[in-house]
C-alpha cells in the first residue's frame, strides 16, 4: 500500500510500504478513506517530538471502511464506516473507565519512554513516535486500529466523510478545551490560535453558553474564519497588544477563560520571543511556551486556562506566580476523543453545525509532501488538508 | 566456573556469569529498548533533545535504589540482584493467582522465557530464549511456599543455570477495585559480575522485570498485550 512517512525533519515521503495486518485478536483493519493533516503533525514534521524513527507511518486523523477484524471483535463487521479516536484506549483500565481515554495504562507498547520521561507511562497514539507507542499511522491506504472493540463510531449513511472526518480529533478537542472552561452562560473566552483546534474550541464555546468569544490570531483568513463561522470577535496579536485589548473588552477584568489552542511552536515577539526561539534551536527548551504565558497573565482572577495545545517538556519562564496568585485553574491533555463522539455525532447529525467548513484543501495521499509545506507555511489559504488515498484506483 | 561438570558438556557452556546473565536477558530486552532495528535506542532520543530530558529523568529514576544490590563483594561485583515491582492490575485477586500458578501461562508475559513446562504440582522445567547462538538454557524449578488468591513463591533446583527465586504477592487493592501485584525475583550468578558489566546489568534486569509486571497487567486486564511488532513502515 502506500502510506506517508517521516523520513527527518521537513521530509516527508509518499512509500509503499507492506499492507497491515491483524496482531491482537482486538485488532481491525481500516481502509482509508479520508484522513488529515494535524497541527500536531506539524510539531512531528518540524522535529519537536522526540523518538521518531526514519520510515514511520503518520497520521492519527482518519476514517474509512472495516476490511478485517480480530477474532475478538464482535461490534464492528466487514463494510462499516467508521471514525477512529486519535488516541489509543483499551476501554478496561483504570483511566479507561473513569472515561480518561487517553490516559490508557494498557495501551502503549514502549511504555518505557514516556515513563521515564514523564514518570508514568503515556497512551498510545497513532502515528506519533515511539514515544506514544510507534504505532503506524492513517495517512496510508490501509490501518491496523488496535482495540477496535472500543475506539471506533459507525458513521450513518446520510453523513459524507467530510462532516464526519474530524470526530477523529480535531472537533473532541476544540470541544474538550471549551468544556473544561466550565463555562457559565454569558462567560467571556479568549482562544489563542485560529486553526483548526481554536475554531472548533470557539465553536464550543459558542454551544456551551458563552457570551463573548475572542479569537486571536495574525493571519487573515483565519481571523475571518472565527468570524464567520465560529462567532467570535477577532484580535490580531501582530497589530496590537493582546494584554491590553483583552482588559479593555472585559472593563479591565480579563476573560472568565483563556484557551491555548496553540501549543509548543508559538511565534513570539519581544525579548522572550527570541530567548525562547534560541533555546528551542539549541534544543535546550523543547517548547516556546509564548501562548501559554500570555493567557496566564490575561485570565481573570479565578478563572480557567485551559491548554488544548501540545506541550512536550520543558518550559521556561512561565509566570506561575501569576497562576497561584490569581487561583487560576489549569487544564490539559490529549483529549479523551472517545468521551465525546457520539455525542458530537449527534449534533452534526442534528445539523447544530457541519464541521467541513474549515476544509481548504482538498489532496489525494501522493500529494502529502506538498500538504504538509502549504499547513505548515499557512500558504494559499490554508487551514485544513483532506487526503483521499483511495482516488489513485 | 561453578557451574556442574555434567551442565556444562551438556549445553557446551564456555561463559561466565556475567554473559550468561546477559544471554538471559536475551530477546526480550532488545526489543524493549527497540535496538534490535537499529538506530533508534539512545541516538534519536539525543538528536532531538528528548534526550536530555531522558537523561535527566533516568539521573533521578530510583532504578539503582529499587535493585537492593548487594555489594559487599566490592564496587559493581553483584552475587544477589534482587528486583521488586508493584503494579495493581484491575481483576480480581483470585482470578490473578490462578492464572499466574499455572506457570506454563508465564512467556506469555516474561519476554525472556520461552517455555515453561510443569512437571508435577510443585516442579517445572523453565527455558529461556537464547539469543546469538548461544546453547539454550534450561533449568528446574519448584514452588516452594505458596497460599491460595495470595502468594506464590518458586526457586530454581540447585545446579541450574542461573540461580534464580521468585515470589509474587496479591492483595486487595485500598480501593477495593482490583489487586495489588507485587513481584519479587532474584538472581544469583554464580561467580558474581563485576565492572563495568554490573553498572548496566541491573538497570536492564530492572527495566526487564518492570515491563513483564507491566505486560501481566495488560494481558490480565485487556486479554492481549500491546505490540507494533509486525506492522509496515516505510524505509
Ligand atoms: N490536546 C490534543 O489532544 C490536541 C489535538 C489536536 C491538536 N492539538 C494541538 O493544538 C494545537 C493547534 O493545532 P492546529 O491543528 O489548530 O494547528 P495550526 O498550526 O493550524 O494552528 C495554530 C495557530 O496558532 C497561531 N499562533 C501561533 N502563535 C500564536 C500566538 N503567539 N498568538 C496567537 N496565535 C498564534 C498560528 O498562526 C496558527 O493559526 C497544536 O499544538 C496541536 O498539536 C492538540
Ligand atoms: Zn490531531
Ligand atoms: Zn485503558
Known sequence: ?393 | MTFSTSEMQNHGINVGGSERLASLLGGGLLTIYGLTRGSFGGMAMAALGGGLLYRGATGHCATYGKLGLNTAQGEGDLRNIRMRESVTVLRPRDELFVFWRDLENLPLFMSHLESVRQMDDKRSVWTAHSPGGLAPMIWEAEIVDEAPGERIAWRSLPGSDIENEGEVRFVEAPDGEGTEVHVTIEYHPSRGITGAAAKWINPLLSQMVREDVRRFKSLMETGEVPTVEGQPRGH
Open chain 1, 1 to 393: 500500500m502506500k502510506a506517508v512517512c517521516w523520513n527527518g525533519i521537513h521530509e516527508v515521503a509518499v512509500e509503499t510500504v507492506p499492507d497491515p495486518q491483524i496482531l491482537n485478536p482486538r485488532d481491525a483493519v481500516v481502509k482509508v478513506s479520508l484522513t488529515a493533516i494535524c497541527g500536531s503533525d506539524l510539531h512531528l514534521y518540524d522535529g519537536y517530538i522526540p523518538a521518531m524513527r526514519k520510515g514511520d507511518i503518520l497520521g492519527h486523523e482518519f476514517m474509512g471502511e472495516v476490511v478485517a477484524v480480530g477474532a475478538s471483535v464482535e461490534n464492528l463487521k466487514e463494510g462499516d464506516r467508521v471514525v477512529v479516536p486519535f488516541p489509543i484506549a483499551c476501554g478496561n483500565c483504570f483511566y479507561c473507565r473513569k472515561g480518561e481515554f487517553s490516559l490508557c495504562d494498557n495501551s502503549n507498547p514502549k511504555a518505557w519512554i514516556s515513563e521515564k520521561m514523564y514518570g508514568h507511562p503515556c497512551a498510545g497514539i497513532f502515528g506519533y513516535s515511539h514515544m506514544m507507542g510507534g504505532y503506524a499511522g492513517g495517512q496510508a491506504e490501509y490501518v491496523r486500529v488496535p482495540y477496535a472493540d472500543v475506539g471506533p463510531i459507525k458513521i450513518p449513511e446520510h453523513l459524507n466523510d467530510e462532516q464526519s472526518l474530524f470526530l477523529s480529533d480535531i472537533l473532541p478537542t476544540g470541544w474538550q478545551a471549551a468544556d473544561e472552561c466550565g463555562i457559565k452562560v454569558g462567560d467571556v473566552v479568549a482562544v489563542w490560535g485560529c486553526g483548526p483546534v481554536g475554531q472548533f474550541a470557539m465553536l464550543a464555546a459558542r454551544h456551551l453558553g458563552a457570551g463573548r468569544v475572542i479569537g486571536i490570531d495574525y493571519i487573515p483568513e483565519r481571523l475571518e474564519m472565527a468570524r464567520s463561522h465560529c462567532g467570535a470577535e477577532t484580535l490580531n496579536h501582530a497589530q496590537i497588544d493582546i494584554q491590553e485589548a483583552l482588559k479593555e473588552m472585559t472593563g479591565g477584568r480579563g476573560p472568565d477563560a483563556c484557551i491555548d489552542a496553540v501549543g509548543m511552536e508559538a511565534h513570539g515577539g519581544g525579548p522572550l520571543g527570541w530567548y525562547d526561539k534560541a533555546k528551542h534551536l539549541g534544543r535546550l527548551q523543547t517548547d516556546r511556551p509564548t501562548v501559554l504565558r500570555e493567557a496566564i497573565q490575561a485570565c481573570r482572577k479565578g478563572g480557567t486556562v485551559s491548554i488544548p495545545g501540545v506541550y512536550g517538556g520543558v518550559v521556561d519562564k512561565v509566570n506561575f506566580g501569576a497562576a497561584f496568585n490569581k487561583g487560576l485553574t489549569l487544564k490539559m491533555g490529549q483529549t479523551h476523543v472517545h468521551r465525546y463522539m457520539s455525542e458530537l455525532l449527534g449534533r452534526i447529525e442534528r445539523g447544530e453545525f457541519d464541521p467541513s467548513f474549515l476544509i481548504t484543501h482538498r489532496l489525494t495521499l501522493e500529494e502529502a509532501p506538498q500538504g504538509y509545506r502549504i499547513f505548515r507555511e499557512k500558504e494559499d489559504g490554508c487551514v485544513k488538508v483532506v487526503m483521499r488515498p483511495q482516488t489513485v484506483h
